[in-house]
């Protein structure tokens, strides 16, 4: 087994999450019933014993700090290596789709430092259950310098080297006037570059649209579920300690995910109810996601809607959005009165 | 390094009336309530009661039960003076030391509360369903100056006959006591909870356990003896929902009142008294096309296609199509196949039962189904 060091870009952010993507980055959005989307890469970290990961942030960071924590549910608060939170610098640079070079230049002691010989850079916004020590041993046998993870045409963000090749990257990038990895993929100067494609399911999250659209598909889609959600493999996410969902004399649940901590009266149909939910009788949920700590009253309807965290709706509400344009309810807003 | 006060937990006992469900696995490790396992009720209230050091005493097939408390940083208890001890027997150079009693198992381990030089030694079984603040029996303890406090609850005069009985003057001092009395002359029921003042635990454990015709029990040996020296005892009157979960009928009975709470019940949904567990990164719960839940709990883990009725489900539980689930507490990784149909059972751990078999109990007689009593076919 190969050790290597981790690299999470949580840098990006998007306007295409309305006001979900606020306060947070798009990698502490949380993400089916009980993770956030930055557990997924961490997870094919921790599965492949990565004992070292830096995680590269931007703006507030609150969020996803809360979240990591010291990184002890991904095995990362140890004393050599462990988990590492790089706070966010200036640049001048006019934008930053993903991890600029010039950020890693000003946190290049994570490189210098780590006592391993490779690096898997990945972004904070996939939903996946890859193998990072088979796609390691991929990049390791074609000789090449740097590999960029495709599934077909599609871009990963998934980039692996040796430390040695992202340190000189990275130090020459004023130079060479790449911005970023996908830079140097596109128009390669320095370094030979490999592709590895990949066919397992892999998605990118980077609109509401794509949230609700691969929330659905996994919710719906056993068999991508399953090897997304892998009983033998799972998504490490941290903890929350709530007692088991609670479903009441009235309720009715068909084709949905609940989580614990829930005490659910009223009915569910094909959607995903985060932990912590409280639904109130006589109130129907269909094709909703409704997070955490959400109170649904008594006699509302939600239908193509997702509900974030902290939100109250009042009795008797009706909301309604489109299986395109699902209606977002942000965090800590108390509804009063019908939205479609 | 001195601490205040150190909880003993006795988490030893191989629970028989439990039948196949302590085959492998100790009393205090049987899962409870969906999510947990008997043992995070004590250790929860050890979190919240704010003591930091605890002696897990194992002796009865301690895996399951060590692997589940680790380090205990569930419970907060992995921290560097004090946190979690796992006590096994082991011997030294003059003798052997298996516990051979509730008194022995922490006479064995003296040198361990020495270390830690506590005034109170607060006594536990892993075998409780409760919430209960120790702090305020401590309080208590401390301001009646006694060397022993006896926690117990008044229950109803027709079922005082199953405990062991405190007859107290109107002060609660502890003047006799009955071990399940036919006729019982008090409703104090002691719940095997105790503090002692540490000395004098110390003086009474190698006073008792010396004699020859030791029972090396707190119950039948230290208890009389201090009674009977005239020490002071009190009984600390507890009120809230406490149950020991021994057999099968009261397992399943706490179970069920999770469901059905009663005046006097266990609000495992109250924010302020969580009950930690430790994590298992399972997967949420899905329930299919084809299930109906009816008054349930449904934990993590779970896939349900059936048709479930007052029933606890438990982590990673698979409920099959056609199959149904009433009155029942179904244990973690347990599959329900196709047409099966259970009424009144509990459902051991990582069970398979097979398509279509029916098996139905009466609320006087819990079935248990385990790997045993199908006939051996078993769930990897």
Redesign the interface.
């Known amino acids: 087994m190969h050790k290597f060091l981790l690299v999470i870009d949580a840098t990006t952010r998007s306007q295409q999450f309305k006001q979900m993507n606020e306060r947070r980055p798009i990698a502490a959005i949380p993400f ?3 993770y956030k989307l930055v557990d997924f890469g961490l997870s094919s970290g921790y599965h492949a014993e990565c004992d070292n990961v830096g995680v590269f942030t931007k703006d507030s960071a609150r969020s996803l700090r809360d979240h990591l924590g010291g990184g ?2 991904w095995n990362l608060d140890r004393n050599r290596g462990g988990l590492f939170i790089l706070p966010s610098s200036l640049l001048d640079i006019p934008y930053e789709p993903m991890i600029a070079y010039q950020r890693l230049r000003d946190h290049i002691e994570l490189l210098h430092k780590s006592y391993h010989h490779y690096v898997i850079v990945v972004n904070g916004y996939a939903v996946h259950n890859l193998d990072f020590q088979k796609l390691l041993n991929i990049h390791i046998e074609s000789g090449l310098d740097l590999s960029v993870v495709k599934k077909g045409q599609l871009n990963t963000g998934i980039y692996i080297s040796t430390i040695e090749v992202l340190q000189k990257l990275t130090l020459s990038a004023p130079k060479t006037g790449d911005l970023n990895l996908a830079d140097t993929v596109l128009n390669p100067k320095e370094v030979t570059v490999n592709t590895i494609q990949i066919y397992k399911p892999f998605y990118l999250i980077e609109s509401l649209k794509d949230y609700y659209h691969v929330s659905m598909e996994l919710l719906n889609n056993v068999k991508t ?1 399953n090897e997304i ?1 892998k ?1 033998d493999r ?4 941290k ?1 929350h ?9 009235h ?10 901590g829930s ?1 659910i009266h009223g009915n ?1 149909e094909r959607s995903i109810l985060f932990h912590k939910v409280n639904v109130g009788e006589g109130s129907l949920i269909e094709d909703s996601i409704v997070f955490t700590n959400s109170r649904v009253g008594e006699n509302v309807t939600l239908k193509f809607v997702v509900v974030d965290k902290d939100v109250t709706i009042d009795d008797g509400v009706t909301l309604t959005g489109t299986k395109t344009e699902p209606l977002y309810i942000p965090k800590k807003s108390h509804i009063k009165g019908n939205l479609s | 390094m001195a601490k205040e006060i150190v909880a003993m937990l006795l988490a030893g006992g191989q629970g028989t009336r439990l039948y196949d469900l302590t085959d492998t696995n100790a009393k205090p490790a049987v899962s409870f309530g969906g999510h947990y396992k008997i043992i995070d009720f004590s250790l929860s209230n050890c979190l919240h009661s704010q003591i930091n050091t605890v002696g897990i005493l194992t002796q009865y097939e301690p895996f399951e039960l060590t692997r589940h408390v680790g380090n205990g940083a569930a419970w907060e208890l992995d921290i560097q003076n004090g946190g979690l001890s796992i006590l096994s027997p082991y011997q030294n150079s003059a003798q052997q030391f298996f516990y051979k009693g509730t008194a022995h198992a922490i006479y064995a381990n003296m040198h361990f509360l020495d270390y830690y030089h506590p005034k109170h030694v607060l006594i536990l079984s892993g075998d409780h369903i409760y919430k209960m603040d120790y702090m305020k029996m401590l309080v208590e303890h401390e301001k009646r100056d006694a060397d022993l406090s006896i926690a117990v609850m008044d229950v109803p005069l027709k079922e005082a006959s199953r405990f062991g009985v405190m007859i107290t003057n109107d002060q609660y001092e502890i003047v006799d006591f009955e071990e399940k009395p036919e006729n019982p002359k008090s409703t104090l029921a002691s719940m095997g909870i105790y503090i002692f003042k540490y000395s004098s635990l110390k003086q009474f454990l190698k006073s008792e356990l010396e004699k020859e015709d030791t029972n090396y029990d707190f119950g039948q040996d230290i208890i009389p003896a201090m009674v009977h020296a005239n020490k002071k005892v009190y009984a600390h009157v507890f009120e809230g929902y406490w149950k020991d979960v021994g057999t099968i009928q009261s397992l399943w009975q706490s179970n069920m009142d999770l469901i059905e709470p009663g005046a006097n019940h266990l609000d495992l949904e109250d924010n302020l008294w969580k009950i930690y567990s430790k994590s298992v990164n399972a997967r949420p719960a899905y329930i299919g096309d084809t299930a109906t839940i009816v008054d349930s709990l449904i934990d993590e883990g779970t896939s349900i296609e059936g048709l479930v009725v007052k029933s606890v489900i438990s982590l990673n539980v698979t409920i099959e199509e056609g199959a149904k689930v009433s009155n029942s507490v179904v244990l973690p990784g347990a599959v329900i196949e196709e047409d099966v149909e259970i009424d009144y059972a509990i459902v051991d751990e990582h069970v398979v039962v097979p398509h279509g078999t029916v098996i139905k109990g009466t609320p006087d007689n819990i079935q248990l189904i385990s790997k045993k009593s199908l006939g051996g076919k078993h769930h990897a």
């Open positions: 089916f019933a009980k002890k549910f579920r959600f009983v799972p998504i490490i996410t903890e300690q709530t007692f088991p969902a609670h479903i009441c004399e309720a009715i649940i068909k084709h949905s995910i609940i989580e614990t005490v569910i």
